[in-house]
């Protein structure tokens, strides 16, 4: 008996430590996404929604995937400088203006992380030098 609980003690151990290791990356992700919460509930939350579903006619929502990856460089254009051009997300088009968030690229890259991997949406990391490269091409 005692040895089955031995047994037992040190596969638990072992499978506890399987699984809490995690890459540099999977564990910069994870702040960014707690982060990027934060400052969603804060700055996109009453526009977007709780659950990414949008606010009626005026803003779009954050569950389309397609439209999200296709549109992942200009995420942090459309963050820190608003958008007064039309959007069209599921096939519906949006024309409310998004206020422009003059945020440091820390906090865009923060937000873009929480939103791109949210709702449905798992893209993955995107770091303060994808966000830097992506700023020099905004239109």
Do not use: W
């Amino acid at each position: 008996m005692r040895k089955s609980i031995i047994i037992l003690f040190f596969l638990s151990t072992l499978t506890g430590i399987f699984y809490s290791c995690q890459t540099a990356e999977r564990i910069q992700q994870d702040a960014y996404y707690v982060n990027g919460r934060d400052l969603y509930i804060k700055h996109c939350q009453n526009c977007h929604g709780a659950n990414g579903e949008g606010l009626g006619e005026l803003a779009p929502p954050l569950t389309d995937t397609v439209y999200l990856k296709q549109n992942k460089a200009q995420l942090a254009c459309f963050i820190k400088n608003g958008l007064s051009a039309p959007v069209t997300v599921h096939g519906k088009v949006y024309e409310g203006k998004m206020p422009d968030l003059n945020m440091a690229d820390i906090d865009l890259a923060q937000v873009i992380v929480y939103i791109t991997n949210s709702f449905g949406n798992k893209q993955g990391m995107y770091s303060t030098e994808q966000i830097a490269a992506d700023l020099k091409k905004c239109k």
